[in-house]
């Protein structure tokens, strides 16, 4: 497992951008796949994106696509949710996760991934 921490919530107004940060100690985000995931009030936790360890693949939720884009700073060892056009719909509570499994990649399996950070908020008003 990893240690996963998570930056850059905030609120913004709808239309508006964030970034997400996820930064990781230990193993190196090469080695595993990660990726971000997010849980509204009363709603069951979904995958939004990810990447596959050892390859370039990503996966963004269709929600997402074309809005969202998920990617990596190895020398940093952190992974990044750069969010624009964003909705009220958006609102959530995001995470950061890792599959160290380096098995098949399923990024919509959520207990597929073994490593959660703590959460990050985000607030988007119409």
């Known amino acids: 497992q990893v240690q996963l921490v998570e930056s850059g919530g905030g609120l913004v107004q709808a239309g508006g951008s964030l970034r997400l940060s996820c930064a990781a100690a230990?193993?190196?985000?090469?080695?595993?796949?990660v990726g971000w995931f997010r849980q509204a009030p009363g709603k069951e936790r979904e995958s939004v994106a990810a990447f596959a360890w050892g390859t370039s693949h990503t996966y963004y939720a269709d929600s997402v696509k074309g809005r969202f884009t998920i990617s990596r700073d190895g020398a940093k060892n952190t992974v990044y949710l750069q969010m624009t056009s964003l909705k009220p719909e958006d609102t959530a509570v995001y995470y950061c996760?890792?599959?160290?499994?380096?098995?098949?990649?399923?990024?919509?399996?959520?207990?597929?991934?073994?490593?959660w950070g703590q959460g990050t908020q985000v607030t988007v008003s119409s």
């Open positions: 230990g193993r190196t985000f090469n080695t595993y796949s």
């Open positions: 996760a890792a599959d160290t499994s380096r098995g098949l990649f399923m990024p919509t399996v959520l207990g597929r991934f073994d490593s």
